[in-house]
Structure formats: C-alpha cells, structure tokens
C-alpha cells in the first residue's frame, strides 16, 4: 500500500480510536452517575435496577475498550508496514473492506474460514 493511503486510513483509525475513547469516558460517567444517584434512595428494587444498570455500563465500556485495542493493534501494523495483509494467508486485503472495516486483519475469504471454523470448533479433536 502507499503512503498516501496508509495515511488515509492512519487518519481513520485515530478517528476511530477518538470516538471509542469518547464512549469509554461516557459509559464510565454514566457508570459514577448511578453511584451518586444511590445516595438518596435505598429501595432494594432501585438497588437491584441500579446494579444492572451499572452492569451495562461497564460491558459496554469493555466491548469499547477491546475496539481500542484493535485501533492500537491496526495503527501498530501501520507502523510496521504489515498493515493491509492479511496475517493468515499474507494476501493483500482489498481496499473496500478496510474502507468499511479499517481493523480488519484478515482478507474476506480468510475471515470466512475462520468463522467456518469457530462455528464447529465445539465438536472438532484436535
Ligand atoms: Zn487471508
């Protein structure tokens, strides 16, 4: 890949990784405000709806900061000049699919097989 599009989706990635470390900070606030809202009301049922709220915040703060993790991971592979290859097979990934998926490590056909795969991975022997 050149330069000029190793940037191009360089820039995609930060504003990825911005937008999922927004999301982080919200679910993480959202996660304090019903600790604070607590304080005035010790009904059991609030107490039980609270937790599960709080519960889905911080999922939902985790499922984010796995997408970080795979920004970081896509930003590295810039780096290291591997980024655009696919890590299973070594074929370049078209273009279109890091343009809708710019984390994507694997072509479409390799992704395919490994979702194959994982889907009868409980009945597989290794
Ligand atoms: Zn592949």
Redesign the pocket.
Same mark, same amino acid.
Request: include cysteine.
């Given at each position: 890949m050149d330069k000029g599009r190793l940037d191009y989706f360089r820039q995609k990635l930060l504003d990825e990784l911005r937008r999922h470390t927004e999301n982080v900070r919200e679910n993480q606030a959202t996660a304090l405000e019903m600790v604070a809202i607590d304080d005035g009301v010790k009904d059991t049922v609030d107490m039980s709806l609270h937790d599960v709220n709080q519960e889905i915040a911080l999922r939902l703060g985790e499922r984010e900061s796995q997408n970080v993790a795979d920004v970081d991971q896509a930003l590295m592979r810039i780096d290291e000049g591997s980024y655009g290859i /696919?890590?299973?097979?070594?074929?370049l990934?078209d273009e279109r699919r890091l343009e809708a998926l710019p984390t994507a490590r694997?072509?479409a056909? /390799?992704?395919s097989i490994i979702e194959a795969s994982q889907d009868t991975d409980e009945h597989a022997t290794l």
């Open positions: /696919c890590v299973r097979c070594e074929k990934i694997y072509d056909q /390799c992704q």
